[in-house]
């Protein structure tokens, strides 16, 4: 059982960044692909990026392509999402999520994170 802890979310103005960890439990992490995911209020999920177990293969919603960047560091047990350039519509709970595969599908993913709030200001 893998489990998975968010941090970095906090308030933010508008057009300024943040970066969010996802550390895991095991060192089976490495195994694993990882994903990253937002739900704003009253709004479904939905898929933000997802990088493979190498770290040799990222995809992007077109939201935030270009905006946003995901990254992992195995050493660490850490996964990231770099986000520039925020905008009031990014404001959402950000839930980090592994699975055997990369992919834009969170019905894929195995174990989920508790989620971290970002608020873009306007």
């Known amino acids: 059982q893998v489990q998975l802890v968010e941090s970095g979310g906090g308030l933010v103005q508008a057009g300024g960044s943040l970066t969010l960890s996802c550390t895991a439990s095991e060192r089976t992490f490495r195994n694993y692909a990882m994903g990253w995911f937002r739900q704003a209020p009253g709004k479904e999920r939905e898929f933000v990026a997802t990088i493979n177990w190498s770290g040799g293969w990222t995809f992007y919603a077109d939201s935030v392509k270009g905006r946003f960047t995901i990254s992992r560091n195995n050493a660490k047990n850490t996964a990231y999402l770099q986000m520039n350039s925020l905008k009031p519509e990014d404001t959402a709970v950000y839930y980090c999520?592994?699975?055997?595969?990369?992919?834009?599908?969170?019905?894929?993913?195995?174990?989920w994170g508790r989620g971290t709030q970002v608020t873009v200001s306007s």
């Open positions: 999520a592994a699975g055997d595969l990369a992919t834009q599908e969170s019905n894929k993913y195995d174990y």
